[in-house]
């Protein structure tokens, strides 16, 4: 899984859009919304509800909602320490 996916899942969640979230990642919507498939792949079950607008998640994106905070931060925490490790 690339980190970038979960990123993305995160500014999608605070937009409810597809299009602004990915103007706010810096890509095109298609790319952005190939990186979401991505990680519902990953996560093998759907994320997002897309027949609606805003945008919905489903339960298991709301159980994802939850978690990706802080599996970002544990993410950015231990890298940060690796390469501290790295450097010493």
Do not use: N
């Not at 980190?3 to 969640?13: A, G, I, M, N, R």
């Not at 990186?35 to 609606?52: F, P």
């Not at 978690?67 to 490790?85: D, F, H, I, K, V």
Request: with cysteine; hydrophobic share 40%; charged share 25%.
């Amino acid at each position: 899984m690339d980190t970038k996916w979960l990123e993305d899942f995160v500014s999608l969640v605070e937009t409810r859009s597809f299009s602004r979230a990915a103007l706010l990642r810096h890509v095109t919507q298609p790319a952005f919304s190939r990186r979401i498939q991505s990680l519902e792949a990953w996560a093998g079950t759907a994320l997002v509800d897309r027949s609606c607008y805003p945008t919905r998640l489903t339960p298991a994106g709301e159980s994802l909602r939850e978690q990706a905070p802080e599996l970002l931060q544990a993410l950015q925490s231990t890298r940060a320490l690796m390469r501290g490790q790295a450097a010493a």
